[in-house]
């Protein structure tokens, strides 16, 4: 009993079976959460501690170093990079890949506890894992008011509303101000009276206080006895009382203000406040969304006059773009591939039968997705829509074996069971050919192994759906739909003249085979030809890492010279501003200075502008184009200000995968002079390079400092310490925190300090008051203490301990594989002085751990669908006949990619393996017959094969057209995210025309070259 008897008999079982997993498919289509990118697990670690007064290089040895000591003994650490900067430091933790981070995040935590004692007082400690879902999805501006007025509407007014939506994982409120109550003491006034700036703190903090003393019992019922004496206003605060009968008020003004202004936040150049929203892990970025829509439209009647909720980057956009590019890809695709089954096929309902393949598949694929955790994202839907092409081959070879079948006798029953029993072994090699090809994609780590394991899931879900529906439901349906008379129909018009031409295409191929069959000789010198043409294209076409895509959005990331005055950085970053305002195709900016995207330690001379473009249909240029034009004229007008520019989703893969920048030059070494003295000489000859944008030196410029040096003998006199010197005067120039208020729902922080005029005016700063311990008598701060200016770096780079600087750069214009090269020859010329060890890093060794890795894949590949021919033909020497169409393969895709200019990257790479598992499918039906023949008939191998060519040429040719025609919308890159398949696409295309007629020509001469024209096979 054959399979075809056992469906026969069940067709209404399978029947049934089918239409549950496509309605299944049809509800987890509906349900599916959809994203930009698969759920991304980067093992990586950072830790932020902020609060400090240090500079830089204080910040090194009382904070980072500590720090960093700690976590490299956690097991699975390979990598600790710090940066310092004046009063934070930022460490980032990178472990092996497969760790297990949740367990790891827990170890960090802990070793971070246990050296927290050791470090500064006042730290602020902050430890996360590193996720996607930890950067926004979707950010508003806030404009239209005074900047603290803006900030409590969006923490306190906003932000709960957004809070509350499922799927939203973390909503971030940062504004220019944030309002405080400030006590302004004047010092001498407060030094008259004995009191310091921290005595004042501590009787305000003593005085406004609430909490429970006891509880007592009466009359049945139990009293909680409370002290209430907190203040809800700037009034109450000054009505303290402090020594002798004086209040607040008697020594200090009290007024509602704002914290230090350290930051700006600014949207279209106008103060603003920013909210950023990210999503839970697993949540639907479209629902998300729409969710923020509906509430902003519910709030902008809220609003008080003038204010508005502008959106400033919403990534459900690129989404819904991305889903309707891939959706009308499929749909172009599936038509092409029709329209080449009804030419060959010749008859409507037979090629109706072939095309019910691809919405079954693809329904019953996202079923499949549903249950193992998949979303809908570019590289799940770009499988998919790869797979269009694909998922129609086995569907299409066993119903043109049906018709052949049906026109040869008059019982269809047995002419369709024979049919399918002929084709099951083949056809479900061929598929797992496919299909191993991706097993050793398991051998890939970081993004790109997660990345394309996402891809090469879905692929292999579909070809192995697809087989299993064209060896079930495609034959019942051929049964209960066509007969031998509808095969022989043909109808008129146009379709008569292709099928004739069709017809005797099979008949024309046997007897060119024939006529080459006996000159081995020549294709092997032809071969021969293709694969030194192909060495040669390889050093030709340009490599690069992750595909870019124009995402509709940039972050233009900015740097004033160290120690530069906020003021002044507004100033540049402001003709920046009106630069972009004036950029036709973008639409708004949102502006950070002092803080930027992400968990990161910034300073005040740093920052970064989000800007907006209008839709791909509304403007003339792509993305890069208007990146190009805004770096000249910024760089023209605003010489002082560096500049980088990025894309938003690339900039957080990138900054999680720990490569932000596509060229990074570490030099390591224990004199910072030295390292910085070599970067400055290294810099001017890479400048030279074409394609090299956005270098930077890694020689940050010191910012000023005034050493304060107490001198000890007199403060020893009058019973202090330096340190004592040192808090009173932090206490007047930094504020001493004295509690908080509470005005209606929301705290205010109270504070206490010296005026302006004190706390800026470097003259004033000597006069300023010191109460000694014993006698309260005030000292100035000139007798207790010297002032010398100097310069110190604003930051340092630290790596698994060592130090060293970066120089980093984009690249534009040139592929990143091209400027490397010109980039190792420079560092070739100018070696590094002793003492200084060079390494490059970021996206290019990236790139080159990819590449090591893809070609891995490509061998372990190779070596799998050997085996599985091996398994099916019994003998090596088919297989290896048929794999040696594949280097010959790769030319083709070489070719395409040049002449399209795409680069060699991680996608194209990824075509080049699927082309390995493609390549041997028209072998496998090729050869296939072949032996059938031989067995069957008895027949020898020469008269086998010529026999093959023409009768397993059309299936070839059907198939072949069908994958080229299926992947030729992603190869045209239109609609968004596109940009991520594209490369894949050119190369399969590239590949598979070359290789289809090598694989009709020259496997048939090299296994008659090999076995001899008059082998036969063994029953």
């Known amino acids: 009993m054959t399979l075809f008897d056992v469906l026969s ?79 934070a430091s930022e460490i980032s933790v990178t472990f092996a890949p497969g760790t297990d981070m949740a367990y790891a995040l827990q170890l960090v935590r802990a070793r971070v506890n246990q050296v927290s004692s050791s470090l500064p007082p006042g730290l602020d400690i902050e430890v996360e894992r590193l996720a996607p879902s930890l950067f926004p999805i979707v950010s508003y501006n806030l404009e239209g008011g005074d900047p603290a007025t803006l900030y409590d509407l969006a923490r306190y007014g906003i932000k709960p509303l957004i809070s509350r939506v499922p799927g939203v994982g973390r909503v971030e409120v940062q504004g220019s101000d944030v309002r405080e109550i400030e006590v302004v003491a004047d010092p001498a006034r407060l030094a008259a009276q004995g009191l310091t700036y921290t005595a004042l703190a501590d009787a305000i903090r003593d005085a406004v206080t609430v909490q429970a003393v006891g509880r007592v019992a009466q009359d049945y019922r139990q009293y909680l006895i409370v002290t209430d004496q907190e203040a809800h206003t700037p009034e109450d605060i000054g009505g303290v009382v402090l020594e002798n009968g004086l209040r607040v ?33 697993g949540g639907n970025t479209l629902l998300l969304a729409d969710s923020m829509a509906r509430i902003a439209a519910t709030l902008a009647a809220s609003l008080p006059p003038g204010v508005r909720l502008k959106p400033v980057y919403d990534q459900a956009a690129l989404v819904r773009d991305a889903v309707r590019a891939v959706r009308d890809a499929m749909l172009v695709g599936a038509g092409l591939a029709v329209l080449v089954l009804l030419l060959f ?81 083949p056809v479900t090699t061929s598929t797992i050919t496919t299909v191993v090809v991706f097993l050793p994609l398991g051998l890939l780590q970081g993004v790109v192994g997660q990345f394309f394991a996402a891809l090469a899931t879905t692929l292999t879900v579909a070809v192995l759906v697809s087989l299993g529906l064209a060896l079930t439901i495609i034959p ?54 293709l694969v030194l043409v192909g060495i040669g294209l390889w050093r030709l076409v340009g490599t690069g890492f992750l595909p870019e895509m124009d995402e509709g959005a940039f972050v233009l990331d900015y740097w004033t010279p160290g120690g530069t005055a906020l003021d002044e950085t507004n100033r540049l970053v402001g003709i920046a501003e009106r630069i972009l305002a004036a950029t036709p195709e973008i639409s708004g900016t949102s502006r950070r200075t002092g803080a930027e995207l992400g968990l990161f330690a910034t300073e005040q001379n740093r920052g970064d502008i989000v800007a907006r473009l209008v839709l791909p249909s509304r403007r003339s240029r792509d993305i890069f184009a208007v990146i190009d034009e805004v770096r000249g004229k910024i760089s023209a007008a605003a010489p002082r200000l560096r500049i980088e520019f990025v894309q938003i989703l690339s900039d957080v893969i990138n900054d999680l995968a720990g490569a932000a920048r596509p060229v990074e030059i570490k030099l390591f070494g224990e004199r910072l002079d030295t390292l910085e003295a070599y970067a400055q000489r290294l810099a001017p000859e890479l400048g030279h390079i074409d394609g090299l944008e956005d270098l930077y030196n890694g020689v940050s410029e010191p910012s000023a400092e005034l050493l304060m040096r107490v001198h000890q003998a007199e403060t020893d006199r009058l019973g202090m310490t330096p340190a004592d010197v040192g808090t009173a005067a932090s206490a007047a120039l930094l504020g001493v925190n004295a509690g908080e208020i509470r005005t209606e729902d929301r705290p205010v922080a109270v504070r206490v300090r010296a005026p302006d005029s004190v706390r800026f005016d470097p003259l004033r ?130 070719v395409l990619l040049l002449v399209t200019g795409t680069a060699l990257n991680v996608s194209s790479f990824m075509g080049l393996i699927l082309l390995v598992g493609l390549i041997v499918k028209n072998g496998i039906i090729l050869l296939d017959f072949t032996r059938l023949r031989m067995r069957a008939a008895g027949v020898p191998l020469e008269t086998a094969i010529r026999e093959a060519a023409r009768v397993r ?57 090999i076995r001899g024209g008059s082998y036969k096979a063994r029953p």
């Open 953 to 1009: 040429l059309r299936p070839i040719l059907m198939t072949t057209l069908c994958t080229l025609f299926g992947l030729l919308p992603l190869a045209l890159g239109l609609g968004a995210g596109s940009e991520l398949q594209r490369p894949l696409a050119l190369a399969v295309i590239g590949g598979l025309t070359l290789s289809t007629p090598i694989t009709l020509f020259a496997v048939p001469i090299l296994l008659v070259a």
């Open 765 to 894: 700063l000597r006069s300023l008051p010191v109460l000694d311990a014993r006698t309260r008598r005030a000292t100035p701060l000139g007798s207790l203490a010297s002032f010398t200016p100097a310069e110190s770096r604003a930051g340092l780079e630290r790596e698994n301990q060592q130090q060293l600087i970066v120089m980093t750069a984009d690249v534009s214009g040139r592929s990143l594989g091209g400027v490397m090269g010109d980039v190792r020859r420079v560092l070739a010329a100018h070696p590094p002085p002793p003492g200084v060890r060079l390494a490059l890093g970021g996206q290019y060794a990236g790139q080159q751990e990819a590449f090591r890795a893809l070609l891995l894949v490509l061998g372990l590949a190779v070596v799998s669908v050997c085996a599985v021919m091996v398994v099916q033909f019994e003998s090596f020497v088919e297989p290896l006949v048929v794999l040696v169409v594949a280097p010959v393969s790769f030319v083709g895709a070489l």
């Open 249 to 281: 008020r008697d020594v200090a003004t009290v007024r509602v203000g704002t914290e230090d202004h350290v930051r700006i936040i600014a949207g279209d150049g106008k103060p603003a406040a920013l909210i950023n929203i990210t999503r839970q892990v």
């Open 345 to 425: 096929l010749r008859h409507g309902r037979i090629t109706a039968i072939s095309a019910a393949a691809i919405p079954l598949t693809l329904a019953v694929t996202v079923f499949v997705m549903s249950l193992i955790g998949q979303t809908f994202n570019l590289m799940t839907l770009g499988a998919m829509a790869i797979a269009i092409g694909l998922v129609i081959d086995d569907a299409v070879v066993i119903t043109e074996n049906i018709a052949r079948h049906l026109a040869l006798t008059d019982d269809r029953f047995r002419a369709i069971r024979n049919a399918v029993q002929e084709l099951i072994w």
């Open 9 to 87: 008999r069940q067709r209404r079982f399978v029947y049934l079976v089918v239409a549950l997993l496509s309605v299944g498919g049809l509800w987890a289509a509906l349900v599916l959460p959809s994203a930009i990118y698969p759920e991304l697990n980067f093992s990586r670690i950072t830790i932020v501690a902020e609060g400090s007064t240090l500079g830089a290089r204080q910040v090194v040895f009382s904070i980072t170093r500590p720090l960093e000591e700690a976590v490299s003994v956690v097991p699975g650490v390979t990598r600790v990079r710090s940066h310092s900067i004046r009063g």
């Open 476 to 529: 019942l349906l051929a049964e209960q739909f066509v007969t031998a008379h509808e095969v022989a129909a043909v109808t008129g018009g146009p379709l008569v003249r292709v099928q004739r031409a069709l017809d005797v295409l099979g008949p024309r191929y046997e007897r060119a085979l024939a006529a080459v069959l006996h000159h081995p000789r020549r294709v092997a010198v032809a071969a021969a030809v």
